[in-house]
């Protein structure tokens, strides 16, 4: 799909302008992505550049490599909590809480040893430098390593060496990569932002404090006995959290969810994509990935909302030849 597309209307034939797909991250919400790939094909709207930021490279990578119905079928197969437990090797002597290995043993299963620069069409996967905190456009290479990097969350996942350079979640510099849809030729970017309702417009409360609590004797007894855990039990419960009180995981997460958020803000006003889809997905949590058909069912309408408006724009960069009938607009 690498270069200009032609298509025959009425009597001369008319290029239609490079689409650009710019996918952007939210962990778990990013299974929205696939509903959104499907309702884009389904109606012959085909993109020729695809980048994507975090779970958003791994999705377009998928597609881009022809294994999205493989990466379809793996997200419904994960039906419960424990399924998912199943995929994160929870460690505590590297650089991230989860080693990331068992994850991407799954992606070498289905994407093998794919070549960024062999992909039918344009792909960039988006991830961040540690140190320097220089944008990271990941071009060619392997392109399971490309995912790995982009979704590497800082303190979650250990980062990935590409190169000599270590590497981390690109949505730390570009959340949704609109800027590298442009730069690899699209004329039309359509982008995906999945955190549009994660968030009201950020506010300052000017006056806040905890009502004092009288520290009882039942209280101060908990503290002095706590309870025994065994070490896994215990790693577990720090990693995620109890009833009331968030855990390693939750305080990390939605701290990058709120940097996430106001990123985002600042780069589509200052760069907009020519269509923005904005899957409602805001109440779903970051490791909801049990939660799949859910999300892909969001996408899909989210998706289906805003097809006539891609439509209005193809068409209004490449109208029909003089002479020629009207496109219909299904």
């Known amino acids: 799909m690498n270069g200009v597309n032609s298509e025959k209307v009425g009597l001369g034939s008319i290029r239609r302008p ?18 959104i790939m499907r309702t884009l094909l389904a109606n012959r709207i085909v993109p020729d550049v695809v980048v994507g930021t975090s779970i958003g490279a791994a999705v ?5 490599a022809d294994r999205l119905d493989a990466l379809e079928d793996w997200a419904r197969s994960l039906q419960g909590v424990r399924n998912i437990l199943g995929y994160l090797d929870i460690r505590l002597d590297g650089s991230g809480l989860i080693g ?18 062999d992909l039918p069409m344009k792909y960039a996967s ?18 399971v390593e490309a995912m790995r990097a982009s979704y590497a969350l800082p303190g979650i996942f250990s980062p990935v060496m590409v190169g000599d350079r270590w590497l981390v979640d690109g949505a ?30 950020a506010t300052t409360i000017h006056a806040h404090g905890a009502t004092p609590t009288p520290v009882t004797e039942e209280t101060s007894a908990k503290r002095r006995f706590p309870r025994i855990f065994s070490p896994e039990r215990t790693v577990k419960r720090e990693f995620f959290g109890s009833a009331g009180r968030p855990g390693i995981s939750s305080v990390m997460v939605d701290a ?6 106001r990123i985002t803000r ?14 409602r997905v805001g109440q779903f949590g970051w ?14 309408r989210a998706a289906e909302r805003a097809l006539e408006s891609i439509r209005e724009t193809i068409d209004v960069l490449a109208p029909a030849p003089e002479g020629a009938a009207p496109k219909a607009v299904d």
Not at 60 to 64: L, T
């Open 18 to 35: 490079v689409l650009g797909l710019a996918l952007g991250g939210g962990a778990a919400r990013g299974f929205a992505h696939i509903g």
């Open 60 to 64: 377009g990578g998928a597609y881009a």
């Open 100 to 117: 990331g290995e068992k994850l991407a043993s799954r992606l070498e299963e289905a994407i093998g040893e794919t070549l960024i620069e």
């Open 126 to 143: 988006v991830a961040t430098e540690i140190r320097t905190g220089h944008e990271i456009w990941l071009t060619r290479g392997r392109l």
């Open 172 to 201: 730390l510099v570009n959340p949704v990569p609109v800027s590298a849809a442009r730069a690899l030729g699209a004329e039309i970017v359509i982008a995906v932002n999945l955190s549009t309702d994660s968030f009201t417009h």
């Open 256 to 261: 990058f969810n709120i940097m996430q958020d």
């Open 266 to 279: 600042a780069r589509l006003a200052g760069d907009p994509p020519d269509l923005l889809i904005t899957p």
């Open 287 to 300: 490791f909801d990935f049990h939660r799949a058909e859910d999300l892909i069912a969001h996408g899909a």
